[in-house]
Each structure stands twice: as C-alpha cells, then as structure tokens.
T-cell receptor, first 113, second 113 residues
Framework: DAGVTQTPRHEVAEKGQTIILKCEPV?????LFWYRQTKIQGLELLSY????????DGGAFKDRFKAEMLNSSFSTLKIQPTEPKDSAVYLC???????????FGKGTRLTVV | GEQVEQLPSILRVQEGSSASINCSYE??????FPWYKQEPGENPKLIID?????ERKQIQELIVLLDKKAKRFSLHITDTQPGDSAMYFC????????????FGAGTKLTIKP
C-alpha cells in the first residue's frame, strides 16, 4: 500500500534548532498539503502545492515555516528556528486533484523543548 | 477563501444512540463535501462524501445531509458503537481552478458504554 509516507514519525528538538520534515506523496497525485494538528486549533493549513507549484503558504506561518517541493515525489517542511509552541503533529497529505479524496500520512509528532 | 465551521467540538453519546455533527461553509461555489475519521494515533481517512448534486447519502450507519441553500451539511452516525469513538473532520472544496479543500476544526466523538 503506497500511501503518503512521512519521516521521521517522531522528532524532538531544542528551542532554536532547525528541523526538516519529509513527505512522499502518493505517486501520481497532483496536490500536496502540509497541515499542523493540535487539539485546540484542529487542522491548520501550512502549505499547499499543485503540480509542484506553491499555491498557498499559510500566512501566519510564513516567517519560520518553509515548505518545498523539488520534484513531484518529495516535499520537505523546514521549521527554523523552532519554538516550544511548534510542538504538534505535522500531517502531509496528497490528492489526485481537487474535489477528490485526500490521503494523509501518519504524521510527524514534533516536540520542542 | 472558503471557511468551514464545525460543531460541536466535543460530543459524547451513549452506545446505541445517534451522533450528529454539523458543518457550515461560506463559498456557494463549494460542491464537494467529504468527511474524515481519525482514530487515536492514526491518520485521517475518508469515510463518506457527498457532492452538490445530492441532498442525502448513506453508507451503512453513516448518513450525510447537504442543504445547499443554507450552506450546511451534516454527518449522522446511527446506532453508535465503541469503534465510532474518534475525531471527525468535515471539509468543503470547489472545482473552480485554484480552490483547495478546507477542513473544519474537528469533533471529538466519544461513545459511552
């Protein structure tokens, strides 16, 4: 089952560090999303790519969050510098196109101490 | 862009009774409304969806209703079971070029034995 693959599954960082989260979308999918999930805010969109082009970069997250998609099969989310409030689960998701099922990865649980 | 409001954020119902989650959206162009279920420690997965050419859809114990005039849609789980305990997310999207899928904040459903 070649679903969305995220690595690492868990990450612990010290405040001020740079961390890079990785995502491999489902092969052939056109759309890729990065979300941050917390109990309070639910799913917050960080970045959205269509055909590798950045369509949206989640306004409030611009300054320390940077997502890239160098090819259709790999994306990264860099957080620099990390802060304790960044502790959350980061979900990557992909879909074939708009108005179709979105497939989520299992997420990366980030803890910033 | 689209805004999706989801209520309630927390829902507890007795096993065997029904559970209802309500969502509203703002963009009248939205025409695809999926629901995702996220079990503890797992990624969200699509459980049912409805498109704007329908008002009602049922898959086993799941019923989705769509009221396009009021811009509201809802998920009803009949005869709830312990396995229905999870987070549920509604979403809306429109096929008009650049629009992306927008998720509600989520509902934590707990089925009491």
């Amino acid at each position: 089952d070649a679903g969305v693959t995220q690595t690492p599954r868990h990450e612990v960082a010290e405040k001020g560090q740079t961390i890079i989260l990785k995502c491999e979308p489902v092969s052939g999918h056109n759309d890729l999303f990065w979300y941050r999930q917390t109990k309070i805010q639910g799913l917050e969109l960080l970045s959205y790519f269509r055909s590798k082009s950045l369509m949206e970069d989640g306004g409030a997250f611009k300054d320390r969050f940077k997502a890239e998609m160098l090819n259709s099969s790999f994306s990264t989310l860099k957080i620099q510098p990390t802060e304790p409030k960044d502790s959350a689960v980061y979900l990557c998701a992909s879909s074939p196109t708009i108005n179709t099922e979105v497939f989520f990865g299992k997420g990366t649980r980030l803890t910033v101490v | 862009g689209e805004q999706v409001e989801q209520l309630p954020s927390i829902l507890r119902v007795q096993e065997g009774s029904s559970a209802s989650i309500n969502c509203s959206y703002e963009d009248s162009a939205s025409n695809y409304f999926p629901w995702y279920k996220q079990e503890p420690g797992e990624n969200p997965k699509l459980i049912i969806d409805i498109r704007s050419n329908m008002e009602r859809k049922q898959i086993q114990e799941l019923i989705v209703l769509l009221d396009k005039k009021a811009k509201r849609f809802s998920l009803h789980i009949t005869d709830t079971q312990p396995g229905d305990s999870a987070m549920y997310f509604c979403a809306a999207s429109a096929f008009d070029g650049n629009e992306k899928i927008t998720f509600g904040a989520g509902t934590k459903l707990t089925i009491k034995p």
